[in-house]
């Protein structure tokens, strides 16, 4: 994909109904994928040397095993933060951060911002609350500012309807 090209485009109906819009990080995305890769290579190639050596101190193998199996567990944890995603549809807006999913309804929503010197954009709510929008990151740059244009288009077609 080229790198003016966004990755904001309208994508099929998926098992929980239709979306018009889905958004994930494209940069966040690739950085947390290479330091995963690299935690995980550093952890398996210390698992690996730990017995080499004259350190005074007697490792096993369960030791090496035990090592390389904590840098997967860690690269796994660190691939959590692969998980935002955005949903804009009919029914209303599903933001997933990384832990867990909400979703709100056209009414409840009164629009969407990027505040200054923040890394993401967030859902304005009712009543003076707000979500923060992980996937819509400020270091996308294009790619974000035309998801924010998509979704305020798409926010105006539904809350018209409703």
């Known amino acids: 994909m080229a790198e003016t090209e966004p990755d904001v485009a309208p994508k099929p109906a998926t098992g929980d109904g239709e979306w018009d819009l889905e958004v994930r990080p494209h940069r966040a995305i690739v950085t947390v994928r290479i330091v995963a890769a690299v935690l995980a290579a550093i952890f398996i190639f210390g698992g690996i040397v730990l017995r080499h050596g004259s350190t005074g101190v007697n490792f096993r193998v369960s030791d090496q095993i035990g090592l390389m199996v904590f840098g997967l567990l860690l690269a796994g944890g ?85």
């Open 78 to 162: 660190v691939l959590t933060l692969t998980r935002p995603r955005v949903r804009v549809g009919k029914r209303g807006v599903r933001v997933r951060n990384i832990v867990g999913d909400s979703e709100f309804q056209w009414k409840d929503i009164r629009g969407i911002s990027f505040p200054d010197k923040k890394s993401w954009a967030r859902l304005e709510l009712v009543h003076d609350e707000y979500v923060p929008m992980m996937a819509i990151r400020s270091n996308d740059k294009m790619r974000a500012a035309e998801a924010m244009d998509r979704f305020r288009e798409l926010g105006a077609k539904y809350s018209a309807q409703n």
